[in-house]
T-cell receptor
Framework: AQKVTQAQTEISVVEKEDVTLDCVYE???????LFWYKQPPSGELVFLIR??????QNEISGRYSWNFQKSTSSFNFTITASQVVDSAVYFC???????????FGKGTRLSVIA | GAVVSQHPSRVICKSGTSVKIECRSL??????MFWYRQFPKQSLMLMAT?????????EQGVEKDKFLINHASLTLSTLTVTSAHPEDSSFYIC????????????FGPGTRLTVL
């Protein structure tokens, strides 16, 4: 079974601070995919990144960066120089091999205060 | 990227009535569709998986007679909440995947159901 743990329920930071959202996953599949989504107050999920299990390269996209470490089964997400518009709920998700659904973590609610 | 639409975006109904939510893949053929439910301040919980032309597979604890899912075409899936009650009030999100790429799962904007 797939499982995703986001231990941080809520985080509050002041604008321009860096913040890291943690994600730990469990799977028995050797091939799997990890995702991060942003859910603003409107509710619509915004896709941020997908990583497959064979690609441990860290990725940077603007102020966003992701650190994938198979050794610790973690896929952490860092926002650099946070902005008020980053305030949202962030979900980490996992999908195993084959035509299986995404399994979501409980989400981390990020509040960036001006 | 591919687009998934949902209709309606919001619906308010009286207790005991049935509500149908449509999910459409606009520019691709969705061989598999997933329905999720999200209660306030909680995560997305998978309700069911449906493959076009087949009966939906429901997750444990989800009543198949209450949440009727029909995936009759490659671009349309419907979720009908039958005899809705206030505890069914939630945010329902559909997601679609095409056969050529299991990597991609596209999400609709969600439907907020309020049962009075």
């Amino acid at each position: 079974a797939q499982k995703v743990t986001q231990a941080q329920t809520e985080i509050s930071v002041v604008e321009k601070e860096d913040v890291t959202l943690d994600c730990v996953y469990e799977t028995r599949d050797t091939t799997y995919y990890l995702f991060w989504y942003k859910q603003p107050p409107s509710g619509e999920l915004v896709f941020l990144i997908r990583r497959n299990s064979f690609d441990e390269q860290n990725e940077i996209s603007g102020r966003y960066s992701w650190n994938f470490q198979k050794s610790t089964s973690s896929f952490n997400f860092t926002i650099t120089a946070s902005q008020v518009v980053d305030s949202a709920v962030y979900f980490c998700a996992l999908r195993g091999s084959g035509n299986t659904p995404l399994v979501f973590g409980k989400g981390t609610r990020l509040s960036v205060i001006a | 990227g591919a687009v998934v639409s949902q209709h309606p975006s919001r619906v308010i109904c009286k207790s005991g009535t049935s509500v149908k939510i449509e999910c459409r893949s606009l520019d691709f053929q969705a061989t598999t569709m997933f329905w999720y439910r999200q209660f306030p301040k909680q995560s997305l919980m998978l309700m069911a998986t449906s493959n076009e032309g087949s009966k939906a597979t429901y997750e444990q604890g989800v009543e198949k007679d209450k949440f009727l899912i029909n995936h009759a075409s490659l671009t349309l899936s419907t979720l009908t909440v039958t005899s809705a009650h206030p505890e069914d009030s939630s945010f329902y999100i559909c997601s679609a995947r095409e056969a050529t790429s299991y990597n991609e799962q596209f999400f609709g904007p969600g439907t907020r159901l309020t049962v009075l």
